[in-house]
């Protein structure tokens, strides 16, 4: 597609219940990256795929965060037995991949409401 | 563990200040890139710095690479209304490691 895309663009789901999140990056970006922002607030990293690979899952905040990457394009990242303070805005970001000094371009995001 | 520290995290000004915002870390960067990001909306890129010395000039926004390419600074004059949103500062490893993005600032401006 032109940009990177997300969805659902707005989730409202029940504490407990797991969620998906959808990101469609540009195509033949290779590197692909999650961030969680909260209302007001600056950017955190979540987690950077390179290729399939995630060489970099360092800011997931606990073991109910999971991503995956496959064929090199979707990604999902999943929330299992969401919590209140798992609400917030969630983006996706694709650039063509390191060393190529090119900008990343990023979705609209999820955002995402734990009731 | 490449980190990019940004400061202020909040600034409140008034039409017509000026104001700076910095980005640093202790690690060296290939580029470094400013983005803007509006409420509701993803981050855009506003710059991209290469050089170390390097000064970029958008209108009213002036970015700086700092000589030893470990520090960037984005200057804005005369800040309006328009300007309010969240900049963030993003590096590249030398090596071509992962973009790296700093927390952001959040930038107000009262008219």
């Known amino acids: 597609g032109a940009g990177v895309s997300q969805s659902p663009s707005n989730k409202v789901t029940e504490k407990g219940k797991d969620v998906e999140l959808r990101c469609d990056p540009i195509?033949?970006?290779?590197?692909l990256y999650w961030y969680r922002q909260s209302l007001g607030q600056g950017l955190e990293f979540l987690i950077y795929?390179?290729?399939?690979?995630?060489?970099?899952k360092s800011g997931l905040p606990s073991d109910r965060f999971s991503a995956e990457r496959t064929g090199g394009s979707v990604s999902t990242l999943t929330i299992q037995r969401t919590q209140q303070e798992d609400s917030a805005v969630y983006l996706c970001?694709?650039?063509?991949?390191?060393?190529?000094?090119?900008?990343?371009?990023f979705g609209q995001g999820t955002r995402l409401t734990v009731v | 563990t490449q980190l990019l520290e940004q400061s202020p995290q909040f600034l409140s000004i008034q039409e017509g200040e000026n104001l700076t915002v910095y980005c640093n870390s202790s690690?060296?960067?290939?580029?470094l890139q400013w983005y803007r990001q509006e409420p509701g909306e993803g981050p855009v890129l506003l710059v991209t710095?290469?050089?170390?010395?390097e000064v970029k000039k958008l209108k009213r926004l002036t970015f700086q690479f700092g000589d030893a390419r470990k520090d960037s600074s984005l200057h804005i004059t005369a800040a309006q209304p328009g300007d309010t949103g969240l900049y963030l500062c993003?590096?590249?490893?030398?090596?071509?490691?992962?973009?790296?993005f700093g927390a952001g600032t959040i930038l107000r401006v009262k008219s």
């Open positions: 970001a694709s650039s063509l991949g390191p060393g190529t000094r090119t900008e990343a371009f």
């Open positions: 195509s033949g970006h290779t590197a």
């Open positions: 795929f390179q290729g399939n690979s995630a060489p970099d």
């Open positions: 690690s060296v960067f290939s580029s």
């Open positions: 710095v290469v050089t170390g010395g």
């Open positions: 993003a590096g590249e490893g030398e090596y071509g490691n992962k973009l790296v």
